[in-house]
């Protein structure tokens, strides 16, 4: 199991449980973090699934890809670790994993 927490805008955390080969965005939803939206439903259109990584992990997360380069271009408060949740897939160099939920 992958160990990942979410830490909201108030500081409050939350742990949640996954198997490696789901999306952080699935994780996170079916464990019920507020602000993990998710309305696409993981297709990369909406980014009501935005996380910032936290900088201890920024290097394992790895970069976006091109598509959810161009979306989070249009997200007002982008970080540089801004990453959609529903384009990072848990593996289990990922245990551990702490992300911010992004403000709205
Ligand atoms: Fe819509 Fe991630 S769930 S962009």
Known sequence: M???????????RERVFS????????????AGVPGILAECG??????????IVDPAWVDRVGPPNSMEEQLLDLVDLRDPASRLACQV???QALD???V???PR
Not at 42 to 51: E, L, P, S
């Open 2 to 12: 992958i160990d990942i927490e979410f830490v909201q805008p108030d500081g409050t």
């Open 42 to 51: 993981g297709a990369c259109a909406c980014a009501t699934c935005h996380v």
């Open 89 to 91: 897939k848990l593996k």
């Open 19 to 30: 198997r490696e080969g789901y999306t952080l965005m699935e994780a996170g939803v079916r």
């Open 96 to 98: 551990g994993l702490v």
């Open 100 to 102: 911010h939920v992004a």
